[in-house]
Nanobody, 127 residues
Framework: QVQLVESGGGSVQAGGSLRLSCSASRSVYVSNCMGWFRQGPGKEREGVAGISTGAGSTRYADSVKGRFTISQDNAKNTVYLQMNSLKPEDTAMYYC????????????????????WGQGTQVIVSS
């Protein structure tokens, strides 16, 4: 089973910031696409951002461009999602995933690949 460990969710007021972290085993991390998707209450899953850990190229959903930044630390096999200017509509469970669909434009997530997802971390943005 692939292990992805997330941290960093929480509650924040609109306009605030949070940073999510996702650590993976090296075999999962290297030369892969790592990223985040989210699912809000009553909403479909939405790809948020992806980063190719080999090339460092990034992709973002239009809804987060200019506000969220995905980055990587190869020494730690970890990717980060810096979320700024948060809005109430960003409220969702955020999942880290190893999925090449997250490095498409726009990012997406492959159904049925739960084995390659983290446990999820809750982000709540209040107005």
């Amino acid at each position: 089973q692939v292990q992805l460990v997330e941290s960093g969710g929480g509650s924040v007021q609109a306009g605030g910031s949070l940073r999510l972290s996702c650590s993976a085993s090296r075999s999962v991390y290297v030369s892969n696409c790592m990223g985040w998707f989210r699912q809000g209450p009553g909403k479909e899953r939405e790809g948020v951002a992806g980063i190719s850990t080999g090339a460092g190229s990034t992709r973002y959903a239009d809804s987060v461009k200019g506000r969220f930044t995905i980055s990587q630390d190869n020494a730690k096999n970890t990717v980060y999602l810096q979320m700024n200017s948060l809005k109430p509509e960003d409220t969702a469970m955020y999942y880290c995933a190893a999925d090449w669909e997250l490095c498409r434009d726009p990012p997406a997530v492959t159904p049925g690949r739960e084995a390659f997802w983290g446990q999820g971390t809750q982000v709540i943005v209040s107005s």
